[in-house]
Every structure is written in structure tokens, then in C-alpha cells.
């Protein structure tokens, strides 16, 4: 792919098939139902809809190409992707370096069934990664972390991991791979969400995890064979179609997300605010430094937990949800999931509303009573 092409034209040219007269011009679903064997015995493509799938491979070579990986992998959630990437990374007698202040569900599952099975598992907030990293044979960061948009150095981080052996995963959810290329930054390994901004409509469960480590991902591939966390093959089709449109779609949201962090930064409701687009966020050095652009999530601190609720419940606009990256914009007050954040914590996921639109509509939203 050419790579002078900017977003929109390198998301669309991700899912283009190859021309073909009489064919429609954008991908169509192919069911995973029965396939007709080859004679040659030894041909296992499309035998089984649980190993091989014609949309399944389209959707995995457009993920490869966004992230500049070799190879991607579809799993049938963001979770099923973590997950079956940590069972063949993560052995027993390992240790494993995961994020304190991401996504609260990694954690979860790292702790209730990976240490019992004897891989030692270390939490370690996004500042302390680099740290925690020097004795770790596998190594998760999720950057900029969920919900509190910390960064991580991922060039320092990786050139901690390599010398060592050690696996480095990168969690680019947040980011995107139009925000973010961590393989270009020395991960291994980059694990995502589809179901946020690349498919972008609310609609649907999908994750995947893309590199160029042969020796990880043909296992992984193994892996998913056995275990069954795939993807359906319409759910492949409906992030295909998604990703036609994520380059205009991420670019508006980044768009809202910084002009909304800018006016909530003056705002007297408002506490705190993150965003690592922010020239004096504390993150904004090293975001600067590696992220092409800082994304579509802002994080707010409001009052107190009814102070989150009556900014949705007065704006015309918000919807309160906890996924996020989706055409709509939504509010997600993260302590009511467990986060260790204040109970005012608000994420807000901007979609692609007109900016002077979304501005208005929530500065309204966060006047005094009764408004």
C-alpha cells in the first residue's frame, strides 16, 4: 500500500478486494457453514469454518496492514484476543507484567486463572511499566491507559523487553492503529478491541491480535483452533464495512476529543481533566513523541457520582455507556465497574457529532440546578 496515503484512503484501501468485473465493489459476508473438500487431502483451507474463513482473512489482511504487521489474527472479542494471546505467552513458572490502571477485566482474568496455574502475575501502573519490566518474561501495556489515559514510553519499554527475551504486548485499543503503530515502536505483539472505534457502530463483538512474530502467532492460530474463540463471519463482515469509514470517523472523534478537552479544562463544574493531546497533560511529552494522534477519549472529573448523572440526563446529545468509540458519544462513569477512580470519574468517548454542536450541548448539560 502506498504509504504516502493518508487515513481515510489507507482504511478504505484495507478492505478494497481485488477488481473483478461483475462483482460488487465492496466486501460481501461469506458464511462459515460447509465447504466443499479438495482432493488434495492435505489442503486444509476453508475445510472448517472454525479454522479457516474467506471473510475472516479479508478483515485479518486490512488489520495487518493498519497495524503494519505481517499478520493479524480475528478473535470474537477484545477478551478472547487478551486472553488466548496470554495463555500462549503467559507459561506456568513466567512472570507478567499487567496494567494497573487498564482495562479492569485484564486484570481480573490474569489474576483469578493465570496465577493459580503458576505464572506470577505483577500490576504496575503505566509510570511504573518501565520498572516492573526489568524482571518480567511477559509484558502487557495498554496505552494510553483505560480510563485514566496515562502513557507509556513504548520505545523505552521495548528497549527494556528485547535484550531480556521478553514478550511485549501492546494493548492499542485506545489509540487505534491510525493514532498508534506500536510494532513500529518495538512491540511484539499488538492486541485490540475491534468492537470500539474500528468497527465504530455499536453493533457488534470483535478483537484481534496482529504481529510479526511467526513463533506467537502460529501458535496462537493453534490456539484458537482448539479452544473457539473466533469470530463470526458476519461480525467479520460488519468490521470490514466499520473500517471503510475509520479514517473519517477517527479523525472527527480526535477532533471533538480536543476541542472538548479544551473547554472543559476552564470549566468550573469540572475537577480535573486528561488528555494527552493537552500540551500540559502529564502525559503529553511522551504522547507527543509516539502517537500521530491522541485519540477520542477525554476524562473528566466531575463532582461526585449524581454530577455524572445529571450531565447525561440534561444533554441532548450523550448517551451513557461503557463501550466506547462509536459514532455516538457517550459517558461511562468508571467507579460504578470497580476502577479505582473518584466517584465524579467520568470517560467520555466522542463521536462524531459537529464540534460547535457537542461543545454547546455540554456546557449546557453541566450548568447549575435546574437547567
Not at 479454522?51 to 472479542?77: D, I, K, V
Request: glycine share 10%.
Amino acid at each position: 500500500m502506498n504509504g504516502s496515503y493518508g487515513d481515510s484512503t489507507r482504511s478504505l484501501k484495507a478492505v478494497a478486494s481485488e477488481t473483478v468485473p461483475g462483482e460488487p465493489i465492496g466486501p460481501t459476508p461469506v458464511p462459515a457453514a460447509a465447504y466443499h473438500l479438495s482432493a488434495d487431502e492435505d489442503d486444509a483451507l476453508d475445510s472448517y469454518g472454525r479454522r479457516h474463513n474467506p471473510t475472516w482473512r479479508q478483515m485479518e489482511a486490512a488489520l495487518a496492514r493498519l497495524e503494519g504487521a505481517t499478520t493479524a489474527l480475528a478473535f470474537g472479542s477484545g477478551m478472547a484476543a487478551i486472553t488466548s494471546l496470554l495463555r500462549v505467552v503467559a507459561e506456568p513458572g513466567t512472570t507478567l507484567v499487567v496494567p494497573a490502571d487498564g482495562y479492569y477485566q485484564v486484570r481480573a482474568y490474569a489474576t483469578e486463572y493465570l496465577a493459580p496455574r503458576g505464572v506470577s502475575v505483577v500490576q504496575a501502573h503505566s509510570g511504573q511499566m518501565c520498572e516492573a519490566a526489568r524482571d518480567a518474561d511477559v509484558v502487557l501495556a495498554e496505552t494510553p491507559a483505560n480510563p485514566g489515559l496515562d502513557v507509556v514510553d513504548l520505545h523505552r519499554l521495548s528497549m527494556l523487553c528485547r535484550p531480556r527475551g521478553a514478550v511485549l504486548i501492546v494493548d492499542n485499543t485506545t489509540a487505534t492503529p491510525l493514532g498508534q503503530q506500536p510494532l513500529s515502536l518495538g512491540a511484539d505483539v499488538v492486541v485490540a478491541s475491534a468492537t470500539k472505534a474500528l468497527a465504530g457502530h455499536h453493533d457488534l463483538l470483535a478483537g484481534y491480535v496482529a504481529g510479526n512474530r511467526a513463533d506467537i502467532l502460529d501458535r496462537l492460530e493453534r490456539e484458537r483452533l482448539l479452544a473457539g474463540p473466533i469470530l463470526g463471519a458476519f461480525e467479520a463482515w460488519l468490521v470490514l464495512r466499520g473500517l471503510a469509514t475509520f479514517g473519517l470517523r477517527y479523525e472527527r472523534q480526535c477532533q471533538n476529543a480536543a476541542a472538548l478537552a479544551l473547554m472543559l479544562r476552564s470549566h468550573p463544574a469540572v475537577t480535573t481533566v486528561r488528555y494527552p493531546g493537552l500540551p500540559d497533560d502529564p502525559s503529553h511529552a511522551v504522547a507527543a513523541q509516539q502517537m500521530r494522534r491522541f485519540g477520542g477519549i477525554v476524562s473528566v472529573e466531575l463532582a461526585d457520582a449524581d454530577a455524572v448523572h445529571r450531565l447525561v440526563d440534561r444533554s441532548d446529545l450523550l448517551v451513557g455507556a461503557t463501550s466506547f468509540g462509536g459514532v455516538h458519544t457517550s459517558v461511562d462513569r468508571r467507579a460504578r465497574w470497580g476502577d479505582a477512580v473518584p466517584a465524579g470519574f467520568a470517560r467520555i468517548s466522542c463521536g462524531i457529532e459537529d464540534t460547535e454542536d457537542l461543545l454547546a450541548d455540554i456546557e449546557s448539560a453541566l450548568g447549575g440546578p435546574g437547567r
